[in-house]
């Protein structure tokens, strides 16, 4: 799909969901108990790639659903904001070198 990431605010740009509470998460008692149903379902973001892989590179899926599960939290993370701002003014077709995830990371 092509719009405008709802992170660094590109426009034109090919969009993915990002689920704000990831779906590896749902099964959590803590994350049930914490979030119903359709707010875990239903809280996405369409954002870019460049933006999606960095948040995944930066954070672990329980920190994200637990402390980042909302578009104002993830700006609040200071390593977000930065790559944020400095994306922002990136072509539509703009593609940064891969930051690699930080495997084992749970939060």
């Not at 993915?16 to 803590?30: A, M």
């Amino acid at each position: 799909m092509t719009g405008t990431c709802q992170l660094c605010g590109r426009e034109g740009v090919r969009t993915t969901r990002h689920h704000l509470i990831p779906r590896r998460t749902h099964r959590l008692k803590r994350i049930r108990k914490r979030f119903d149903r359709d707010d875990r379902l239903g809280r996405i973001l369409h954002i870019c790639r460049p933006c999606h892989s960095h948040i995944h590179a930066v954070l672990g899926e329980k920190e994200l659903a637990e402390v980042y599960n909302t578009r104002a939290d993830l700006l609040a993370h200071p390593d977000i904001a930065q790559f944020v701002a400095w994306i922002a003014d990136k072509p539509a077709g703009f593609r940064p070198s891969i930051r690699r995830p930080k495997h084992g990371r749970s939060g």
